[in-house]
């Protein structure tokens, strides 16, 4: 058997479960087994699956279990206490990690101590954004005897606020007690206090051994909502379970004491308990426990503590509220309330203010893309799904000034700024995004927003781009960006990529839709006609090999300024190529790529709203950092890097991964290289097609013809996400056919004098 079962449940941390299995199976004590505790049921893209069956795959020792995500944290920890081999049992969260060298350090100390029934550790808790914030529990080891002992030895214990992955629990010793997690919310609280009172002999190790992840949402257990109310059903089934056992006195007052600390600072908190009628009926139930509980013998504290011992205990709530108000109530606390008059008062004219009055329209859905830029990428794609499946929902996508005469005749429009602008985005009951609406829309109750991205992310993006300054100061600042992300309900993820990225660069409590990106639907229900008329409508002579030329654009410089001289690298190409420019939207209107058409050779296609139409006209893709190369790779077709700049790149707007160690196909670091590659063939080679298939498994691993669709019916039509069509696999899709292509004059063969470019 094992020394070591480590726990770990999966449910709901998709994007931040990656680095957990690694953090344990890179351990450098390696008799253990890992459990990792997944969904009974599995959804159309359930990445948590996935990354546990890679892992099983390279490593024997890690094994699955299920367990419903409707039973939550406690049921997932006994479905693999269940199941575990160890010696001893550690809990370990998805979104945590084991600090290295923790298992060897952890062993050496049951080995000096005995083999105790438990042994207590530290953690560490880990802000999502300001880092480590150190030790958690350091009054814990404070007086603790320096062997193995018994919790009447040790002043600190039992105590509700040590989490049950800080612990390391003999098997054995749960299995004759038959201790399992309770259900419900604050479940550790009664787990941590059970296992000391029945333990013979207890250890304790003054080590950070787990890095637990503080998330920006924070935590659940001091969220608002009804589930406060566990914290009692906790406490009485703990009190309960205690007094059945006859502990000492001492111990006895010391877990009553413990757990009222627990409910104090819950009733002291009203943002805990959003209503007034559900924080009288916490303190009211609450009292009494108190009083059903309370030890023969019980000293109250002193101060301001036993103030509210006393107030609990006999039941006065008023007293206890006014007591609360006094102690948090600020000097001048009225005047920013002054303040906020002030501004109303000059925004009272507003129209906005008059819409919000109105009830929201549960038939009214919002789309837009690129502030106003058009018809264009994800929201486009969702707005043409929803016209289809669901035509009882009216639709309307927003467009700046003088861009609606670019719209389909079948879209009505409307102008951002306008009356009719600010009548829509207060009413609306969905809205679509794929950046953001202006600072001044504020999100309603009732009301679902769909960030629907626009790119997988290669570059960093969200609080990542967080010292990268080129990166951060076009982001603009920090907070309003978090503002804006609280304001999202569900996210539309292209990749199990995307989907980690999202979860640390915008974190947030909404739900990832792992769907695959909708404007890609495109690529897999074009057929050889569309092809065709899409390159004769973008004057494509017949036998042409289009290549599909697309930089992205530098936070580092100005304007748009090709990295190839393309008239020259035109001319060098030969007769046989043409090359479509599709510079990034930023740079649209820039007078570089307006002078790049050349002799008939470059056709300029940045301003067409549709990239998904580009993309189908081109034989291969160029590009350098855009995103566009994720998009296209589901074509299957050749991909060329064009990566001159890739170092200064990478300095100034940081990277997630090195792409040049894992390309989609060949790649040039000048354009005489960019030349030959195509001259000679090597960008339609056996070795760019090896590439780009290792690239696809990584990065389509989603887009499969269906996210549309999926989207529709997951968000409005409310139906669960285990019931979505599931992901077709990569070896099962077809994309849109290539067009034929005339084969390209090759090189002269040797003894012919070289053509010099």
Not at 60 to 87: C, D, F, K
Not at 114 to 120: A, G, N, S, T, V
Not at 261 to 268: D, I, P, Y
Not at 571 to 593: C, N, P
């Amino acid at each position: 058997m094992p020394r070591f079962t480590i726990i770990v449940p999966t449910h709901g941390v998709s994007g931040r479960l990656a680095d957990c299995p690694g953090s344990v199976l890179g351990q450098s004590f390696e008799d253990l087994e890992l459990i990792a505790v997944v969904d009974d049921i599995e959804g159309p893209a359930d990445l948590c699956s996935t990354i546990v069956a890679e892992h099983a795959e390279r490593d024997p020792r890690v094994r699955r279990t299920q367990s419903p995500s409707s039973g939550g944290l406690p049921r997932a920890r006994n479905a693999g206490a269940e199941v575990a081999n160890g010696e001893y049992v550690l809990f370990l969260n998805g979104d945590d990690r084991l600090v290295p060298r923790t298992l060897a350090a952890i062993d050496a100390r049951l080995a000096e101590t005995e083999d105790p029934d438990l042994l207590f550790f530290d953690h560490e808790r880990v802000h999502w954004f300001e880092g480590s914030q150190g030790p958690a529990l350091q009054w814990l080891w404070k007086g603790a005897p320096a062997g193995a002992f018994s919790v009447e030895q040790h002043a600190a214990l039992p105590d509700p606020m040590v989490p049950a992955f800080c612990g390391a629990y003999r098997r054995r010793f749960l299995t004759e007690h038959r201790l399992s997690l309770a259900p419900g919310m604050f479940t550790d609280t009664v787990w941590s206090v059970l296992c000391a009172l029945r333990a013979e002999r207890i250890a304790v190790l003054d080590r950070v051994c787990v890095r637990h992840l503080l998330r920006r949402q924070g935590e659940q257990n001091r969220g608002a909502g009804l589930h406060h109310l566990d914290l009692l059903d906790q406490f009485d089934l703990a009190m309960n379970e205690a007094a059945v056992l006859t502990p000492p006195a001492s111990v006895l007052a010391r877990t009553f004491g413990g757990f009222t600390h627990e409910v104090l600072k819950t009733a002291s908190t009203p943002s805990r308990l959003p209503s007034a009628i559900l924080r009288r009926r916490f303190f009211r139930r609450a009292s009494r426990l108190y009083r059903r509980h309370r030890p023969a013998g019980f000293r109250q504290p002193s101060g301001r503590l036993g103030a509210q011992h006393r107030l609990l205990a006999s039941g006065h709530y008023v007293v206890f509220c006014a007591l609360r108000a006094a102690e948090k109530r600020p000097t001048g606390y009225l005047a920013p309330a002054f303040q906020r008059a002030g501004s109303l008062w000059q925004r009272r004219r507003h129209p906005y203010l008059t819409f919000l009055r109105r009830p929201i329209d549960e038939h009214l859905a919002v789309f837009s893309a690129y502030r106003g830029r058009g018809y264009a990428c994800n929201p486009a794609a969702i707005h043409a799904a929803v016209q289809r499946l669901v035509p009882h929902i009216k639709t309307v996508f927003l467009v700046a000034d003088g861009s609606g005469q670019q719209m389909p005749d079948s879209v009505e429009c409307v102008v951002i700024g306008s009356r009719r602008y600010w009548e829509v985005m207060a009413t609306a009951k969905y809205t679509f995004n794929n950046v953001d609406f202006e600072m001044a829309v504020k999100k309603r109750r009732g009301t679902v927003h769909v960030q629907t991205q626009h790119g997988t992310p290669l570059k960093r993006v969200g609080v990542d781009q967080v010292g990268f300054p080129a990166a951060a100061a076009a982001a603009g600042p920090l907070g309003r960006l978090l503002e804006r992300v609280d304001g999202w309900d569900f996210i539309v993820s292209s990749n199990h990529h995307s989907t980690e990225v999202w979860q640390h660069a915008y974190p947030g409590a909404y739900e990832s839709l792992n769907v695959g990106y909708l404007r890609n639907d495109t690529f897999y229900s074009a057929t050889a006609d569309d092809v065709s008329t899409i390159r004769k409508r973008f004057g494509i002579s017949e036998g042409k090999t289009a290549l599909l030329y697309a930089p992205t654009h530098r936070n580092y410089r100005t304007g748009f300024a090709p990295q190839l001289n393309l008239p020259a690298w035109c001319d060098a190409l030969g007769e046989d190529f043409v090359v479509l420019l599709r510079a990034h939207h930023f740079d649209e209107g820039s007078a570089g790529h307006e002078r790049a058409v050349h002799s008939g050779k470059l056709i300029d296609l940045t301003e067409h709203r549709s990239a998904e139409e580009v993309c189908l006209a081109a034989d291969a893709l160029i590009t350098d950092y855009s995103s566009i190369m994720f998009d296209y790779a589901n074509l299957d077709r050749p991909i060329v890097l064009y990566a001159d700049d890739w170092d200064i790149y990478r300095a100034t707007r940081g990277v997630y991964f090195d792409l040049l160690a894992e390309p989609p196909g060949a790649v040039a670091r000048t354009q005489d290289e960019l030349t030959r590659i195509f001259r000679e063939g090597e960008w339609d080679g056996e070795l760019s097609g090896r590439l780009r298939a290792a690239f696809r498994e990584r990065f389509c691993d989603l887009d499969d013809g269906l996210a549309a669709e999926r989207v529709v019916r997951r968000v409005l039509l409310g139906e669960p996400a285990d019931r979505l069509p599931p992901i077709v696999p990569l070896s099962g899709r077809v994309p849109a056919p290539a067009p034929p292509r005339v084969p390209p004059q090759r090189p002269a063969p040797k003894g012919v004098p070289p053509c010099h470019i």
